[in-house]
């Protein structure tokens, strides 16, 4: 048993991984199509001529590529990164959500177990916090840039 690499049509990624686990073969375990791998999709299953069988009906889906992958190369893919993640206190940023959306600010806090930021809005008259979801802003200018 392995995790091996299915070469793709490029943004047909995820539609391969959804094709190959219906296919419901005892054999084949899980399909995992990240974002961050363009033209790849890795699968987990017994052995690579099962794969080799049900590709051969799937659209989209190239080859093997030889050999196969540990665990331990694929961890990453498993777990999300938080959308906190590369902002640092001090940065200007944008709001892209909610009602101050499209405002300037500077990040005041970062709170990566809520994955929050609260910021201090640039145009407002008296400062005021507010606190809003990592993915709701965007970073314009970092002072570690």
């Known amino acids: 048993m392995g995790i091996f690499a299915v070469k793709t049509t490029a943004s047909q990624e995820r539609t391969v991984a959804d094709m190959i686990i219906n296919r419901e073969e005892s054999e084949i375990h899980a399909a995992l199509a990240p974002d961050s791998l363009t033209s790849y999709v890795m699968v ?13 009906d799937i659209p989209h889906a190239r080859s093997i590529v030889p050999g196969k992958s540990d665990i331990s190369e694929v961890e990453h893919f498993l777990s ?28 005041q806090r970062i709170d990566e177990g809520k994955d929050q930021v609260t910021v201090e809005l640039y145009e407002a008259t008296v400062p005021i916090p507010v606190t809003v979801r990592g993915d709701q802003i965007r970073v314009l200018d970092s002072d570690e840039r």
Do not use: N, S, Y
């Not at 987990?44 to 051969?56: F, M, Q, S």
């Not at 590369?86 to 892209?96: F, M, N, Q, T």
């Open 44 to 56: 987990e299953a017994d052995g690579d001529a099962v794969l080799e069988r049900v590709l051969e």
């Open 80 to 107: 999300p990164k938080p959308d906190v993640e590369g902002i640092a206190e001090g940065d200007i940023v944008e709001l892209i959500a909610g009602p101050f959306k499209g405002e300037k600010a500077q990040v």
